[in-house]
């Protein structure tokens, strides 16, 4: 049974809401600075070649392990200063946020949407199929993550694409649990009992009704997670299982900082830093989404 | 009236916040001994606001504004901590709405009910265990020390409601104060708790203040009924003359609206648009008040 | 009960429904708590029957039964002389229309991420009774001019109107699918008088416009006199009284109806009330 389209009046309605829902969003603290800090992350990644001062890749044995800025012996141009290959670590902290970011995203959204449709089915359908799907995640869940995620990469080959596949495939436990419950809660509201008398079919009420109550706790786990992707990513490229070690990650970079550690601890520095901001802000943010979608909370 | 038990004097109350809304206006009552009184008026005109200034309870975002409320030689408006926590929940004590809530669920009913004995008037535990056995057995709850040993939630809704009067009337208070006490209750079982209610005042000689909403109820319990709406005092008098012949076209409205099940066409009627705004302009403009008492 | 007449549009037989309990390897459920037991009820076309009881009466369930939105154990309903029983639900869903349900919360029933417009509007183009979105719109604008609600509703959430506002919203999106059966599960308790006696009249001035045939649902026996032809007061799951409105309270035949009715407190001095006819006390 497919309905008419909608016409005019109903768009003008959701902007509507839309606007005051932004607005919303906006006035909790969290989420504008958690998210600005992500949006700033996000632009320096993007505009990479033109924001980093020097290549990452171009080594100049003279200038190695210069200092930072404002430090004794440091140059110009070099602003967080260079690595034991002469390497500007500045533009490799930027080129690295990339890599960073990409894993992110995309790893955070492939476990949100496995995770939500089997959540959704479990908590809707109960009997059998929720109990297949409860076994599925116990299961999986008893699995070590990490070791896990080394073992799928190491299979799968290395490369950002296994690092993004082995982060989505063990992690997309945590948003079927979060989505079953939550769907198990709303299913019982009056909402979606009038839904039902209205003759909905349960795949418009899931997606219709019970997704977009589900969206506050979503949108917080999705940030969450992207803090984990982060710092997952970061540890298989300390171990040398994310990318060819010609690109810049900041797992590698840490890796490579810790031998100098005690020469030229910027090099170690500063992509732990800029992890520690990122998944703040990306926690941050989390924290703050959940806080201004949910309705009841508002108010 | 001669030496009332309390007097409400002019009092106004506002919210504290920006806007400074009125929410209770020069509201004027008085309560003689022994007398039950009804709070009537309908949700946002300002009874439970004055229930909670009776029990000092009064929320920090308002305030008193105005006026006084004089009980035993204090203005209850303006008491000190000590003298305060001296009268609140001991002279003055409080029948709750809700049975679910207003008992702590995670301890056993002997403990809330001896609380008030031991705390306040320094009654050992034994004594104080006695003392709730017989207030059960005034409310009528058939096994008290079964009773006394349960949790609130193993016990019905109305059973629950008897124990919150026997907590309430347990330290002989001169004014109680019930807040909507039938409201979430069956009809069968509001029927009983009322039964009780004014058979506990008869036995200890107690005033009572009884919020509702209901004219019914107010009817059959109360001696003289205060109609608010809007924080203000629309009529005030006896039980039988308001209800047989209100003054106020807003109080022959609100009976009126109210359906009843002998009549097959009552219940169909809201109060007209036009009264309100009427009473609206009466109420700001702060005239054509009854004196009350 | 008698022979189903003509005219009836909702009849149920024997309905018994029970929840709880393990299922035995046999089939057999044991353990199981019995809410309704045996339940007869039939509702003419056009007619506006009550079912009062106080709480564990199982009216709720009662009504959630007759349109099938729980699942019951014993009996048969038959809507319009189609027998729907153990329809399966997706040959219910095309015969939901036709039966409608209002809530009493509508806080709790109104989607609180949806816009009044999209909850009364999407359920007209599903079941195409709007042609298209203006035709809907149309309509939804008619039905408000209809109760008095103003159109700037339509851009608010549930929880930006006013406790009337939203009831009237709940009674709009049963009645715009223009259905032949409603249920209104204690829709107005809660409310203040006025405001009830507002949602009562527009209860019944609707019914009578549109022809609805109406389960009342209610403890408050006063409210059933107000809009109800017949009624049928339920105790602990089974129908212990049945008739016409006037029949019933002028002379109810069952002790227990004559219990509740006792237990109303009139607006007028009876200073024996009080004492008449209570119901044990010892608890």
């Known amino acids: ?299 | 009236m001669n030496d009332p038990i309390l007097s409400v004097r002019n009092l106004s109350i506002a919210s504290g916040l920006e806007d400074r809304a009125p929410i209770l206006r020069r509201v004027s009552l008085d309560l003689a001994p022994g007398e039950a009184l009804g709070l009537v008026g309908e949700s946002g005109a300002g009874k439970s606001t004055l229930a909670k200034a009776l029990l000092g309870v009064l929320p920090r975002t308002v305030h008193i504004t105005e006026g006084e409320i004089l009980f035993d030689g204090h203005d209850l408006g303006r008491l000190a901590r000590r003298e305060a926590r001296a009268i609140f929940g001991d002279a003055i004590a409080l029948i709750p709405q809700d049975p679910t809530t207003a008992l702590n669920p995670g301890r056993r009913i002997e403990a809330q009910l001896t609380d008030g004995l031991r705390l306040r008037r320094g009654i050992g535990s034994s004594e104080a265990r006695a003392r709730a056995l017989s207030l059960l057995g005034e409310v009528r709850i058939s096994d008290p020390e079964r009773a006394l040993r349960a949790y609130p939630h193993q016990l019905s809704g109305g059973m629950r409601q008897r124990i919150l009067i026997a907590a309430a009337f347990a330290l002989e208070p001169k004014i109680i104060v019930a807040d909507e006490p039938t409201t979430a209750l069956d009809a069968t079982v509001q029927k009983q708790i009322l039964r009780l209610i004014r058979r506990m005042r008869e036995a200890h000689r107690t005033a009572i203040i009884f919020v509702t909403h209901d004219f019914g109820v107010v009817a059959q319990i109360c001696d003289r009924i205060a109609l608010l709406f809007a924080g203000a005092v629309i009529e005030c008098g006896p039980t039988a003359e308001v209800l047989a012949a209100p003054k106020h076209p807003y109080t022959r409205a609100l009976i009126a609206a109210a359906p009843r099940y002998d009549r097959p066409n009552a219940g169909l009627a809201p109060v007209p648009e036009s009264v309100v705004a009427q009473l609206r302009i009466e109420v700001a403009a702060d005239h054509g008040r009854p004196d009350a008492g | 009960m008698g022979a189903p007449m003509r005219d009836d549009l909702v009849v149920a037989r024997g309905i018994a429904v029970a929840y709880g309990g393990k299922r035995r390897l046999g089939g057999e459920r044991v353990g199981a708590v019995t809410v309704l037991h045996d339940v007869d009820i039939r509702v003419g076309r056009g007619e506006t029957v009550g079912i009062v009881g106080e709480s564990g009466s199982g009216k709720t369930t009662l009504g959630r039964a007759l349109l099938r939105l729980i699942d019951i154990d014993a009996g048969a309903i038959v809507f319009d002389g189609r027998d729907i029983t153990g329809l399966p639900e997706s040959q219910m869903r095309p015969l939901r229309r036709r039966m409608q349900m209002i809530f009493q919360d509508p806080m709790t029933s109104l989607n609180p991420r949806r816009t009044v417009r999209r909850i009364l509007v999407e359920p007209l183009l599903f079941h195409r009774v709007a042609r298209d979105g203006a035709d809907a719109e149309r309509r939804v604008r008619q039905f408000f001019d209809r109760v008095a609600m103003p159109a700037a509703c339509l851009d608010r959430t549930p929880h930006e109107l006013s406790g009337g506002q939203r009831q009237r919203v709940g009674i709009a999106r049963a009645a715009l699918l223009e259905p032949d059966f409603v249920l209104a599960d204690e829709i107005v308790s809660g409310l203040d008088v006025s405001t009830q006696a507002q949602a009562l009249s527009l209860l019944k001035t609707l019914t009578h416009d549109l022809g609805l045939a109406m389960a009342f649902i209610s403890h408050d026996l006063s409210v059933i006199r107000a809009i109800c032809d017949r009624v049928y007061v339920m105790q602990g799951g089974r129908v212990v009284e049945e008739g016409r409105c006037e029949d019933v309270f002028a002379a109810p035949r069952s002790r227990y109806t004559q219990l509740l009715i006792d237990a109303i407190p009139l607006p007028e001095i009876d200073p024996g009330w009080l004492d008449r006819d209570v119901a044990p006390e010892i608890e």
Not at chain 1, 109 to 118: K, N, P
Not at chain 1, 125 to 148: C, H, K, N, Q, T
Not at chain 1, 237 to 244: Q, R
Request: charged share 15%; aromatic share 8%.
């Open chain 1, 1 to 299: 049974m497919t309905e008419a389209s909608a016409s005019v009046p109903i768009a003008s309605a959701r902007s509507g809401v839309a606007a005051r829902r932004l607005r919303a969003l906006l006035a909790e603290p969290k989420v504008t600075i958690g998210g600005g800090f992500v949006l700033f992350l996000i632009t320096v990644a993007l505009l990479a070649p033109w924001v980093a001062p020097k290549s990452p890749l171009d080594q100049d044995l003279m200038l190695a392990s210069l200092p930072p800025r404002g430090l004794a012996g440091a140059e110009s141009g070099y602003y967080l200063g260079t690595d034991d290959l002469g390497r500007d670590v500045l533009s490799r902290l930027i080129y690295g946020s990339r890599i960073a970011l990409i894993v992110a995203f995309i790893a955070a959204s492939l476990a949100a949407v496995a995770g939500t449709a089997l959540g959704l089915l479990a908590g809707w359908y109960r009997g059998w199929v929720d109990a297949a799907i409860s076994r599925l995640v116990e299961v999986w869940m008893a699995f070590p993550p990490v070791l896990l995620s080394i073992l799928l990469v190491a299979v799968l080959g290395a490369g950002v694409g296994s690092v993004i596949a082995a982060i989505a495939i063990i992690d997309w436990t945590r948003f079927c649990r979060v989505v079953r419950a939550e769907t198990m809660g709303q299913a019982q509201a009056d909402y979606v009992t009038a839904a039902r008398a209205i003759g909905f079919p349960p795949f418009r009420i899931l997606t219709r009704e019970i997704l977009p109550n589900v969206a506050p706790a979503l949108a917080a786990l999705v940030s969450l997670e992207m803090g984990i992707a982060v710092i997952v990513e970061a540890i298989l490229s300390f171990v040398g299982l994310s990318v060819s070690s010609d690109t810049p990650t900041w797992g590698g970079m840490i890796a490579e900082g810790r031998q100098f550690i005690h020469q030229s601890w910027w090099v170690f520095a500063a992509p732990l830093a800029a992890l520690f901001a990122t998944v703040l802000a990306l926690n941050q943010l989390g924290d703050g989404l959940r806080r201004a979608l949910d309705p009841v909370l508002r108010r």
